[in-house]
């Protein structure tokens, strides 16, 4: 599964944003999730081209069964909604329907330190686990909506796709979702209608996802570790004794010197 979108602005990086999905993540992902379900479906083929969108190909004098045994056209269109190009039905459209910050806690988590942990090793093979503070985290929360609007030519094919497209999300995909960080909550199901269009009737009907996904800032520290303290015990193995009670040999060093030494 992937998106066709990057995030372009350097301000993430500059202000150590490592995730906020409010709105270009969450709705590139049911984009593709949706793109990724509906390929494996024989009637309802998506087919995709060469850079990951819709194909839809110019459909003069090719059969009406085309993209039912191939790949020759896609028979579903699913993108953004406000596409530019012509007009494809069955379409699924998708769009960010608004989102409002959730903290998850009242400070924003702010208490929160992530840590790396550094082995170190003697020349005797000893070897000490260092636990050392890396960043400092803030999180917090979205909560949101994403409407999936299906329209289509027919009654039937219309309340098809609606079907299909709850189960995708309610059962089929869930744990996906989970675990890319996306939460869909009960999904709403609105009312059907439909439009004159043209010389045809075009019939339409939405899904509303209540979405929760979550924003996290880690703020990197310094190194704070200026010396390590080596402990060194003399022990008569043999006699399993100490040749001198209570004789250690405590020594420090410090990283500035461990680099410079190496």
């Known amino acids: 599964m992937s998106t066709n979108n ?23 992902i049911i984009i593709a999730t949706l793109r990724d379900y509906f390929s494996k479906d024989s009637y309802y083929h998506f087919v995709k081209d060469q850079w990951g969108f819709a194909n839809t190909t110019d459909h003069t004098d090719i059969p009406l069964d085309a993209g039912l045994y191939d790949d020759t056209t896609t028979r579903l269109f699913i ?47 000893h070897q000490t686990l260092v636990r050392n503070p890396k960043s400092l985290v803030t999180a917090g929360a979205w909560e949101g909506q994403i409407i999936v ?52 009737k075009l019939f339409k009907q939405s899904l509303t996802l209540d979405i929760r996904t979550e924003w996290r800032r880690e703020i990197p520290i310094s190194t704070i570790i200026d ?27 410090s990283i500035f010197d461990t680099i410079l030494n190496t």
């Open 6 to 28: 990057l995030f372009k602005s350097d301000l993430n990086s500059i202000y150590n944003i490592i995730q906020s999905s409010m709105i270009v993540y969450p709705k590139e």
């Open 79 to 125: 993108g953004e909604n406000y596409r530019q190009d012509g007009i494809f039905y069955p379409a699924i459209l998708v769009k960010n329907n608004g989102s409002r910050s959730i903290p998850i806690s009242i400070n924003r988590e702010k208490g929160s330190v992530k840590y790396s942990q550094i082995i170190y090793e003697d020349s005797c093979g």
């Open 149 to 200: 609007e299906v329209q289509t030519r027919s009654l039937r094919a219309r309340d098809d796709l609606v079907e299909l497209i709850a189960m995708c999300f309610t059962e089929i995909n869930f744990e996906t979702l989970v675990d890319i960080g996306l939460i869909i909550k009960p999904i709403q199901i609105g009312a059907p209608s439909e439009i004159d269009d043209r010389n045809d």
């Open 227 to 253: 010396a390590i303290t080596f402990t060194i015990s003399f022990q008569d193995i043999l006699h399993n004794q100490s040749p001198a009670h209570n004789i250690t040999v405590n020594t420090e060093t």
